[in-house]
């Protein structure tokens, strides 16, 4: 079973139930759900993810006013609910898997992973956030939110990046992905500096990564989820995955500089598509500029656009 399939399990034939008998009409002040770090959030885990933090698990979320009136007695409560569900054991917490169960208030648990308790409001704020953590904080599901406070939240973040940035960082994502993939690959091979070459690789999947998910208006997930991610975009997603696969398993230069060429080129016609460069050309260097003037923010349009 999944793990979002065993916690919403959970949370309909344990938490609930036994909220609903301890606490009354508070339940109505709650918002349940399962949302952040590791693998099952994403809906991506698997028999090996479960040797550690899995297991049945429910996150609540309630007000600051509701958490100091009510939030202790309620994770005393929570803490004496049964650990073994459905034949799963309860959470096998590692070192630093600490904080994915139990009440947190609805500031607090973004402030975790944005570093503030608020949604951005300004550009500054939007560009002190990095992609991945976004990702992790609207991850998962919410179960249940009848004050609607906390979606409210999450809504916020889930509408994307402010347009202005998002283009900043698409045309930043233009010059590294041309630097690395198309240009510094090769030379690298040439001067038989592997290493080199194979920072090289990882950096321009990277950035190609998080190219793809800038032009779905989504948000690039930890590394070693990113690539799977990539399967369920609608705009480049399978073509990607399938290119980047290759890259990652082809021994061979000739064959790596063409699923390069070939992203490069399908990014290149889809910025087209979007309107955001008219160039020509099959160089990627040479369409983040042309990205960078559609921005309007004077100050963001005057910065380099290798800055991202």
Known sequence: ?????????????????????????????????LVGEGSECYGFDDEISQDHDFGPRVMIWLTPADFGEFGEKLQEALSKLPKQFLGYEGVNT?????????????????T????????????????????????????GEVFCDPLKEFTKFRNALLAGYPEDQRLKMMAARCMKMA??????????????????????????????????????????PFYKW????????????????????????????????RSIETLCGLIINQLRDMGLTDSPSDFLLDHGPQIQQKIQDENLQMMVPWAD
């Open 179 to 220: 630097q690395s993939g198309q240009y510094n690959y090769d030379r690298s091979i040439k001067r038989s500096e592997f290493v080199a070459a194979q920072m090289a690789v990882a950096e321009f999947t990277d950035t190609a990564t998080s190219m793809i998910y800038l032009m779905n208006n989504r948000y690039k």
């Open 112 to 139: 975790r992973f944005i570093g503030m308790d608020h949604p951005p409001e300004t550009i500054s704020e939007w560009r002190l956030l990095p992609e991945v953590n976004l990702s992790i904080a609207t991850n």
């Open 94 to 110: 590692s070192q630093y898997g600490e904080g994915r169960e139990g009440v947190f208030t609805i500031p607090g648990f973004y």
């Open 1 to 33: 079973m999944k793990g979002l399939e065993l916690c919403r399990r959970y949370y309909d034939q344990i938490y609930r139930p036994a909220i609903e008998k301890g606490f009354g009409d508070r339940i109505k002040k709650m918002a349940f759900g």
């Open 226 to 257: 990113m690539h799977k991610g990539l399967k369920a975009l609608p705009v480049l997603g399978e073509q990607s995955y399938n290119l980047l696969a290759a890259l990652a398993t082809s021994g061979s230069f000739k064959e790596n500089v």
